[in-house]
């Protein structure tokens, strides 16, 4: 089970979920069923989003041409035990949201070095 969620304030997030962060955990080899009711997008120059065709529901935000990297907290049946331990763009959260308590705090320009340093070193390897 998975313990820890991440919340992305970047400004796609937030109209992707209404106006608050897209609270999102990470998974490793997901196992997908019910593919043809996913509409997959890009968007960014990096980033693909998920919804289901049927319902609307957000399901998973990944690198593109990657397995699936975050899938959207609400998905879980069993959410007890998860404590947010991150936020990243938080120069983009509003003043209206407190942030999590102890969990890492990361801005715009910490996130984008870290995926540039991400795709230097796998395009090395």
Not at 52 to 62: A, E, F, V
Not at 74 to 91: K, R
Not at 100 to 110: D, H, I, L, N, S
Request: net charge negative; charged share 20%.
């Amino acid at each position: 089970m998975q313990e820890t969620a991440q919340a992305c304030h970047c400004t796609q997030c937030q109209r992707w979920t209404g106006g608050g962060p897209l609270f999102a955990v990470r998974v490793r080899d997901l196992d997908l069923t019910g593919a043809e009711n996913i509409h997959s997008y890009a968007h960014s120059d990096w980033g693909d989003r998920a919804v289901c065709q049927t319902c609307g529901s957000t399901l998973y935000w990944k690198l593109q041409d990657r397995s699936i990297a975050f899938v959207a907290l609400g998905l879980l049946d069993d959410q007890s035990g998860i404590t947010v331990t991150e936020e990243i763009f938080v120069d983009f959260r509003p003043d209206w949201f407190p942030p999590f308590e102890g969990a890492a705090q990361r801005t715009e320009a910490e996130m984008k070095a870290q995926l540039a340093a991400f795709l230097e070193k796998e395009n090395q390897t």
